[in-house]
Nanobody
Framework: QVQVVESGGGLVQPGGSLRLSCTASGMIFSISTMGWYRQVLGKERELVARITSAGFTDYADSVKGRFAISRDYAKNTVYLQMNSLKPDDTAVYYC???????????WGQGTQVTVSS
């Protein structure tokens, strides 16, 4: 099993910044992709950004140029730097971890991000 723990959410004004962190522990060998998803009540969970073991990144169009994902491979930690936040970014943000040859997705408990004046 893989345990996933997020931190860093909160309330921020429009135009502000937040940094989310996510650390994986447990059976963490062969981690492939780590990423961030978000979900608003009543809507499907959507990809925000992800980063592969080789460092390739992928972003949702709505966050390109504003968010940046990075990864500390030694600490099994992924970060999401969120700048120029908008009210539409308000959601629960979930960290996702995948391993090679493992069909399971591992999720954190979620962290609330609220963008409001």
């Amino acid at each position: 099993q893989v345990q996933v723990v997020e931190s860093g959410g909160g309330l921020v004004q429009p135009g502000g910044s937040l940094r989310l962190s996510c650390t994986a522990s447990g059976m963490i060998f062969s981690i492939s992709t780590m990423g961030w998803y978000r979900q608003v009540l009543g809507k499907e969970r959507e990809l925000v950004a992800r980063i592969t073991s080789a460092g390739f990144t992928d972003y949702a169009d709505s966050v390109k140029g504003r968010f940046a994902i990075s990864r500390d491979y030694a600490k099994n930690t992924v970060y999401l730097q969120m700048n120029s936040l908008k009210p539409d970014d308000t959601a629960v943000y979930y960290c996702n971890v995948r391993r090679y040859t493992d069909p399971n997705d591992y999720w954190g408990q979620g962290t609330q991000v609220t963008v409001s004046s």
